[in-house]
């Protein structure tokens, strides 16, 4: 079901159809948001079914990830673009972090969502949309950041962990906490079955921050 566009900033110079290869097939009225995946695409799936609901203020333009991601297929049956960028495809860090950049901008998003992609972001990215990345992560930060935030917790022996949604700078997880939920760690836990419950709670979170940041704009 198509959502109604909301009332929208000067930035609002989206409105218009997209028509080169490759690129969104429709006319973007809502604001445009590119989400980046590594996996399974758990919380792009979030993102694209709240994006059917009535009154969502934006639309997900485009889809890329870093490897062949199991993911993209939510992209597919969506009918919205996808594209890998893989960094073996690219002569060294440097040029695949500029061509990472020009992929993204490349669709014209106001928001770009990290969702479970697994690689720092760098230079050029941020230079082009510096406060307009966020990124989700499994775990209360600053505690535990990292590639394997579900997993250090549960080896530390913590009794509440959670999830984070934060705005990314250079560091590894350190950019300003947008929103959190906790999640208690149960005696029998496995790093699986922590995770499980944990990405139940992080995709409404991320769903809502979404919505709230593009509402704003
Ligand atoms: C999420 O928990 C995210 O925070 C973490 O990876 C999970 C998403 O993975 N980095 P997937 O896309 O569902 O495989």
Redesign the pocket.
Known sequence: MPCTAPARGPADDTARPVTREGHYPGAVTRTPVVVL????????AALLAASGQEQCPYEVVGVIADREAA?LAHAREAGIPSQVVALGDHPDRAAWDRALADAVAAHAPQLVVL??F?KLVGPPLLESFGGRIIN???ALLPSFPGAHGVRDALAHGVKVTG?SVIEVDAGVDTGRILAQRAVDVLEEDTEDAL?ER??AV?QPLLVEVVRRLTAAR
């Open positions: 995946i590594s996996g399974t695409g758990s919380n792009l993911g969702a479970g697994m989700t992560h499994p999830c995770h944990i990405k992080e």
